[in-house]
């Protein structure tokens, strides 16, 4: 990523991730927003489910991530996009990749 703000945050949320079922309940939270199992949720549906799940986001922060996956007129943001990435930061526990 070129904004180190931005990879300071994945980094953040990453660390987060990796502890207990976190990760995996974000991504079928996201997965239970989409309904057309399109790999993008509505961007109302990533700001809460970010929000819920990683504890940590301050608002400005996660309000900055959504800016990273979608333009303000996308009504999609694309979830998968942003779990890969958190993954690729090489944060989460065991270094293993689920999908």
């Known amino acids: 990523m070129r904004n180190p703000a931005l990879t300071a945050t994945i980094k953040s949320v990453g660390e987060q991730l990796g ?5 995996q309940d974000l991504s079928q939270t996201f997965r239970a927003c989409d309904s057309s199992n399109s790999g993008a949720c509505p ?7 970010v929000f819920d799940t990683v504890r940590g986001v301050k608002p400005a922060e996660l309000m900055k991530l959504l800016q990273a996956f979608s333009s303000q007129y996308d009504e999609l943001v694309n ?3 942003f779990l890969s990435l958190v993954e690729r930061q090489g944060v989460i526990a065991g270094g293993g990749h689920e999908r």
């Open 19 to 23: 502890v207990g079922s976190t990760k």
């Open 43 to 49: 961007r109302d549906d990533f700001i809460n489910t």
């Open 79 to 81: 979830y998968e996009d």
